[in-house]
Protein backbone atom coordinates (compact mmCIF):
# COMPACT_ATOMS: atom_id res chain seq x y z
CA UNK A 1 0.00 0.00 0.00
CA UNK A 2 1.30 3.52 -0.72
CA UNK A 3 0.33 6.47 1.92
CA UNK A 4 2.13 9.63 2.02
CA UNK A 5 2.55 11.86 5.09
CA UNK A 6 2.46 15.83 5.25
CA UNK A 7 2.96 16.43 9.12
CA UNK A 8 2.27 19.93 8.45
CA UNK A 9 -1.63 21.32 8.58
CA UNK A 10 -1.25 24.45 8.34
CA UNK A 11 1.79 26.98 8.46
CA UNK A 12 1.52 30.72 8.27
CA UNK A 13 4.50 32.99 7.29
CA UNK A 14 5.35 36.66 6.52
CA UNK A 15 5.75 37.61 3.04
CA UNK A 16 9.47 37.64 2.45
CA UNK A 17 9.98 34.83 4.65
CA UNK A 18 11.15 31.09 2.93
CA UNK A 19 9.36 28.38 4.02
CA UNK A 20 9.57 24.32 3.90
CA UNK A 21 6.69 22.13 3.16
CA UNK A 22 7.28 18.16 4.39
CA UNK A 23 6.47 15.15 2.82
CA UNK A 24 7.21 11.64 3.87
CA UNK A 25 6.02 8.81 1.34
CA UNK A 26 5.79 5.03 1.93
CA UNK A 27 6.04 2.52 -0.78
CA UNK A 28 7.39 -1.02 -1.63
CA UNK A 29 7.39 0.08 -5.25
CA UNK A 30 10.70 0.21 -6.89
CA UNK A 31 9.33 2.37 -9.70
CA UNK A 32 7.14 5.55 -8.67
CA UNK A 33 6.50 9.02 -9.05
CA UNK A 34 6.50 11.97 -6.81
CA UNK A 35 4.12 15.49 -7.06
CA UNK A 36 3.68 18.31 -5.17
CA UNK A 37 0.39 20.03 -6.66
CA UNK A 38 -0.91 23.79 -5.40
CA UNK A 39 -4.61 24.15 -4.80
CA UNK A 40 -5.75 27.84 -4.68
CA UNK A 41 -9.20 28.72 -3.44
CA UNK A 42 -10.62 28.00 -6.75
CA UNK A 43 -10.46 24.41 -6.01
CA UNK A 44 -8.02 23.24 -9.10
CA UNK A 45 -5.20 21.80 -8.39
CA UNK A 46 -2.06 22.75 -10.25
CA UNK A 47 0.98 20.80 -11.07
CA UNK A 48 4.12 22.10 -10.06
CA UNK A 49 6.43 18.94 -10.28
CA UNK A 50 6.68 15.27 -11.16
CA UNK A 51 9.70 13.19 -9.42
CA UNK A 52 10.97 10.13 -10.42
CA UNK A 53 12.17 7.08 -7.88
CA UNK A 54 15.56 6.91 -9.74
CA UNK A 55 16.11 10.93 -10.40
CA UNK A 56 17.18 11.83 -6.93
CA UNK A 57 18.53 15.24 -8.37
CA UNK A 58 17.26 18.60 -6.65
CA UNK A 59 15.56 21.20 -8.99
CA UNK A 60 15.18 24.14 -8.87
CA UNK A 61 12.57 26.40 -10.49
CA UNK A 62 12.58 30.28 -9.60
CA UNK A 63 11.72 30.43 -5.59
CA UNK A 64 10.50 26.60 -5.86
CA UNK A 65 12.93 23.97 -5.03
CA UNK A 66 12.29 20.63 -4.08
CA UNK A 67 14.67 18.20 -2.30
CA UNK A 68 14.07 14.38 -2.70
CA UNK A 69 15.93 11.72 -0.44
CA UNK A 70 15.35 8.15 -1.24
CA UNK A 71 17.34 7.13 2.22
CA UNK A 72 14.73 9.58 4.35
CA UNK A 73 11.86 8.60 1.90
CA UNK A 74 11.20 12.11 1.46
CA UNK A 75 10.18 14.99 -1.10
CA UNK A 76 10.50 18.09 0.71
CA UNK A 77 9.34 21.55 -0.84
CA UNK A 78 10.58 24.57 -0.44
CA UNK A 79 9.55 28.30 -1.07
CA UNK A 80 11.70 31.06 -1.14
CA UNK A 81 11.05 34.81 -0.48
CA UNK A 82 7.44 33.85 -0.23
CA UNK A 83 4.28 36.26 -1.39
CA UNK A 84 1.21 36.53 -0.73
CA UNK A 85 -0.01 34.93 -3.91
CA UNK A 86 1.88 31.72 -2.77
CA UNK A 87 -1.50 31.08 -0.07
CA UNK A 88 -2.86 27.96 -1.04
CA UNK A 89 -3.30 24.40 -0.06
CA UNK A 90 -0.45 22.10 -1.23
CA UNK A 91 -0.60 18.54 -1.52
CA UNK A 92 2.23 16.03 -1.78
CA UNK A 93 1.17 12.70 -4.35
CA UNK A 94 2.80 9.12 -4.96
CA UNK A 95 2.17 6.88 -7.63
CA UNK A 96 3.56 3.69 -7.89
CA UNK A 97 4.14 1.19 -10.53
CA UNK A 98 3.40 -1.65 -8.50
CA UNK A 99 -0.29 -2.70 -8.32
CA UNK A 100 -1.24 0.72 -7.53
CA UNK A 101 -0.16 0.80 -11.02
CA UNK A 102 -0.75 4.95 -11.98
CA UNK A 103 -3.30 5.49 -8.99
CA UNK A 104 -2.16 8.49 -7.21
CA UNK A 105 -2.45 9.04 -3.77
CA UNK A 106 -2.38 12.11 -1.96
CA UNK A 107 -1.22 13.15 1.51
CA UNK A 108 -3.59 15.06 3.79
CA UNK A 109 -1.97 18.95 2.30
CA UNK A 110 -0.30 21.74 4.06
CA UNK A 111 -2.61 25.26 4.11
CA UNK A 112 0.08 28.06 3.35
CA UNK A 113 -1.11 31.17 4.55
CA UNK A 114 1.55 34.39 3.44
CA UNK A 115 0.59 37.44 4.77
CA UNK A 116 1.99 40.98 3.52
CA UNK B 1 -2.77 20.68 -25.10
CA UNK B 2 -4.19 18.12 -22.42
CA UNK B 3 -6.86 20.03 -20.86
CA UNK B 4 -9.88 18.19 -18.88
CA UNK B 5 -13.33 20.02 -18.26
CA UNK B 6 -15.88 18.86 -15.76
CA UNK B 7 -19.79 19.76 -16.32
CA UNK B 8 -21.13 21.46 -14.29
CA UNK B 9 -18.48 23.70 -12.41
CA UNK B 10 -20.54 23.73 -9.17
CA UNK B 11 -24.64 22.05 -8.68
CA UNK B 12 -27.27 22.31 -6.34
CA UNK B 13 -29.65 19.49 -5.52
CA UNK B 14 -32.63 18.35 -3.51
CA UNK B 15 -31.57 15.03 -1.09
CA UNK B 16 -33.17 12.10 -3.12
CA UNK B 17 -32.35 13.35 -6.31
CA UNK B 18 -29.61 12.18 -8.81
CA UNK B 19 -26.72 14.64 -10.20
CA UNK B 20 -24.92 13.61 -13.02
CA UNK B 21 -21.32 15.34 -14.16
CA UNK B 22 -19.10 14.89 -16.81
CA UNK B 23 -15.95 14.75 -17.41
CA UNK B 24 -13.95 15.49 -20.71
CA UNK B 25 -10.07 15.33 -22.33
CA UNK B 26 -10.71 18.14 -24.65
CA UNK B 27 -7.47 17.40 -26.58
CA UNK B 28 -6.75 14.12 -26.37
CA UNK B 29 -8.03 10.49 -25.74
CA UNK B 30 -7.96 9.00 -22.44
CA UNK B 31 -8.84 5.49 -22.32
CA UNK B 32 -8.49 5.55 -18.38
CA UNK B 33 -9.88 8.39 -16.53
CA UNK B 34 -10.19 8.75 -12.31
CA UNK B 35 -12.72 9.80 -9.72
CA UNK B 36 -11.89 12.01 -6.84
CA UNK B 37 -13.42 13.42 -3.90
CA UNK B 38 -13.01 15.74 -1.45
CA UNK B 39 -14.28 17.14 1.22
CA UNK B 40 -13.95 20.51 3.02
CA UNK B 41 -10.44 20.91 4.10
CA UNK B 42 -9.10 17.51 3.39
CA UNK B 43 -7.44 15.57 0.88
CA UNK B 44 -8.46 13.77 -2.21
CA UNK B 45 -9.39 10.63 -1.92
CA UNK B 46 -9.47 7.81 -5.04
CA UNK B 47 -13.31 6.79 -5.85
CA UNK B 48 -12.77 4.69 -8.64
CA UNK B 49 -10.65 4.16 -12.33
CA UNK B 50 -12.69 4.64 -15.23
CA UNK B 51 -11.50 2.50 -18.36
CA UNK B 52 -13.78 3.38 -21.56
CA UNK B 53 -15.48 0.22 -22.63
CA UNK B 54 -15.52 -1.53 -19.76
CA UNK B 55 -16.87 -1.54 -15.63
CA UNK B 56 -15.20 1.09 -13.04
CA UNK B 57 -12.93 -0.29 -11.00
CA UNK B 58 -14.25 1.00 -7.04
CA UNK B 59 -12.41 1.64 -4.04
CA UNK B 60 -12.72 -0.30 -1.61
CA UNK B 61 -15.93 1.40 0.48
CA UNK B 62 -17.42 3.43 -2.15
CA UNK B 63 -20.89 2.33 -2.89
CA UNK B 64 -20.77 1.24 -6.81
CA UNK B 65 -24.52 1.51 -6.83
CA UNK B 66 -24.44 4.93 -5.39
CA UNK B 67 -21.75 6.58 -7.76
CA UNK B 68 -22.52 5.30 -11.09
CA UNK B 69 -19.64 5.82 -13.44
CA UNK B 70 -19.47 5.46 -17.58
CA UNK B 71 -17.04 5.60 -19.48
CA UNK B 72 -18.86 5.82 -22.55
CA UNK B 73 -15.76 6.91 -25.29
CA UNK B 74 -12.30 8.20 -25.40
CA UNK B 75 -13.55 11.42 -24.00
CA UNK B 76 -16.04 11.26 -21.47
CA UNK B 77 -16.37 9.57 -18.48
CA UNK B 78 -19.63 10.15 -16.74
CA UNK B 79 -20.08 10.15 -12.50
CA UNK B 80 -23.48 9.86 -11.72
CA UNK B 81 -24.53 10.66 -7.73
CA UNK B 82 -27.70 8.61 -7.13
CA UNK B 83 -30.43 9.50 -4.39
CA UNK B 84 -28.26 11.96 -3.41
CA UNK B 85 -28.10 12.76 0.45
CA UNK B 86 -26.51 15.93 2.05
CA UNK B 87 -23.34 13.85 3.37
CA UNK B 88 -22.70 13.70 -0.49
CA UNK B 89 -21.69 17.28 -0.76
CA UNK B 90 -18.35 17.53 -1.57
CA UNK B 91 -16.09 18.46 -4.22
CA UNK B 92 -15.60 15.90 -7.36
CA UNK B 93 -12.52 15.72 -9.45
CA UNK B 94 -11.75 13.81 -12.40
CA UNK B 95 -8.55 13.40 -13.80
CA UNK B 96 -7.39 11.85 -17.25
CA UNK B 97 -4.73 9.80 -18.52
CA UNK B 98 -4.17 9.65 -22.44
CA UNK B 99 -4.10 7.23 -24.75
CA UNK B 100 -0.60 5.47 -25.06
CA UNK B 101 0.29 8.18 -22.83
CA UNK B 102 2.79 7.57 -19.02
CA UNK B 103 1.24 5.33 -16.44
CA UNK B 104 2.12 8.09 -13.97
CA UNK B 105 0.69 11.17 -16.17
CA UNK B 106 -2.85 12.49 -14.78
CA UNK B 107 -4.45 15.78 -16.42
CA UNK B 108 -6.94 16.94 -13.89
CA UNK B 109 -10.28 18.47 -14.83
CA UNK B 110 -11.28 21.49 -12.61
CA UNK B 111 -13.37 19.79 -10.12
CA UNK B 112 -17.30 20.27 -9.56
CA UNK B 113 -18.98 21.26 -6.70
CA UNK B 114 -21.85 18.90 -5.50
CA UNK B 115 -24.28 20.67 -2.72
CA UNK B 116 -27.11 18.61 -1.51
CA UNK B 117 -29.65 20.43 0.42
Known amino acids: AQKVTQAQTEISVVEKEDVTLDCVYETRDTTYYLFWYKQPPSGELVFLIR??????QNEISGRYSWNFQKSTSSFNFTITASQVVDSAVYFC?????????????FGQGTILTVHP | GAVVSQHPSWVICKSGTSVKIECRSLDFQATTMFWYRQFPKQSLMLMATSNEGSKATYEQGVEKDKFLINHASLTLSTLTVTSAHPEDSSFYIC?????????????FGPGTRLTVL
Open chain 1, 51 to 56: RNSFDE
Open chain 2, 95 to 107: SARASGGAWYEQF
Open chain 1, 93 to 105: ALSGGGTSYGKLT
